[in-house]
């Protein structure tokens, strides 16, 4: 099975990747990735040059680019979380690979995700709210390009949605529960 993840700058995707490595599943992050291949061109790790290089990888390659570099990594057999699909595109592109994928979604409200940025002080996060806006518009929805940064419609399209805007007991039951949907059938059978 492989658990795609998506959602909004700093709506909490860790918690939801944390608690399925937990159980088991292999990470594979789309932005480690992209910062091997920026480093090895000598590039800058900002979040603009991996959103670049994501962007300029789907148009050469195909939308599923880096979905496809992500599958070559992987093993028959094996859970795999696949985080963070940022184009639709890259979800069609896996479920026609392989029929045992689900996308995950998680996002909270603007405000509350720029009060956790501000409070992880990740070097590439933005350091102003009009920052946040600029790069959070951009990763919803990039309108100059159809294969790039379209997490909005990830997330409309997400087989499961986690609303992470209380805290982190609320966010674990809706974890557990998307959990139990997706594994209990396969338990049964």
Known sequence: MIIGVTGSI???????????????????????????????????LTRENMQNLGDDLRKKHGIGALMELLLGKTEKGKNYIFDSLRNPGEADFLRNEIGDFFLIAVDAPREVRFKRIMQRGKPSDPKTYEDFLRVDERDLCDKDNPLGQQVKKCIEIADFKIINDTNLESSMKQVEEIYKQLIEPKNAG
């Open 10 to 44: 700093a709506a909490g995707k860790e918690t939801l990747t944390g608690f399925l490595r937990e159980k088991g599943f292999i990470y594979f992050e789309t932005s480690a990735l992209l910062k091997e291949m920026l480093t090895k061109k000598g590039l800058e």
